[in-house]
């Protein structure tokens, strides 16, 4: 295991908004990974920010733990689990927020493990006409692009710039395409330049372009998920 994939020890934390299990270092912290939301506060919403309906003895008032807004348990009574706040349970979320969330939650269920298993690509570094066949896949911490192959190399996720995957079989109506790479560009670590990596999935076997595709197009879930992290 590599230095940058050790162990990070985590804690577990209690917050208004329920238990979180979370790394005792900051910088530890998944870089897909969300901060809990202010909560409006009570005084600032004498009515559902939903419905409109008015608080009272008998409609009480709950703050979603994804946006920190105000609602009634009609508009709020969704409990979702919300893995980029680190919950160990479900909490409870506006119907809006339940919705990306449960979408989110393909992604934690399925591509991460996709990301993790990694794949095989031919990678050939910027300004190199040589491309090495490496195995890709994200550390288990999340931190870290590793491939590995003659040469091994590490790029934190959190200094990843863009992510643009490459396809081939376009159609007029956007159809019949298929992932066959992707161009990669981050910050290198001490400098000021920008590095380009170029992966190229294998055509020696199907079974190698399939899962060549699949974590392709988890890469690409995952840029999405990194870029609301940044704007958030």
Not at 10 to 18: D, T, Y
């Amino acid at each position: 295991m590599s230095g940058s994939e050790a162990h990070d020890v985590k804690k577990l934390v209690r917050s208004p908004s329920g238990l979180r299990m979370v790394p005792e270092s900051r910088a530890a912290r998944s870089p897909f990974g969300l901060e809990e939301p202010p909560w409006v506060p009570d005084k600032e919403c004498p009515r559902c920010m939903q419905c409109d309906t008015k608080f009272d003895f008998i409609t009480r008032k709950h703050h979603c733990r994804r946006c920190g807004k105000c609602f009634c348990d009609k508009c709020c009574s969704k409990k979702v689990p919300l893995p980029r706040m680190c919950f160990v349970d479900p909490v409870r979320q506006c119907a809006e927020c339940a919705l990306i969330s449960q979408k989110e939650t393909e992604f934690y269920d399925k591509q991460l493990k996709v990301l993790m298993n990694g794949a095989t690509f031919y990678v050939t570094p910027a300004r190199s006409e040589q491309s090495e066949l490496m195995v890709c896949r994200l550390s288990n911490n999340q931190r870290y692009l590793f491939l590995d192959g003659n040469s091994h190399y590490e790029i934190e996720i959190a200094q990843i710039s863009t992510v643009q995957i490459l396809t081939e079989g376009f159609t007029p109506g956007g159809g019949n395409t298929r992932a066959t790479g992707m161009l990669l560009q981050y910050k290198v670590p001490g400098s000021e330049e920008l590095g380009l990596m170029k992966l190229t999935a294998s055509e020696d076997f199907n079974s190698n372009k399939k899962l060549s595709a699949t974590w392709l197009a988890a890469m690409h879930k995952a840029a999405k998920l990194l870029y609301e992290s940044r704007d958030q």
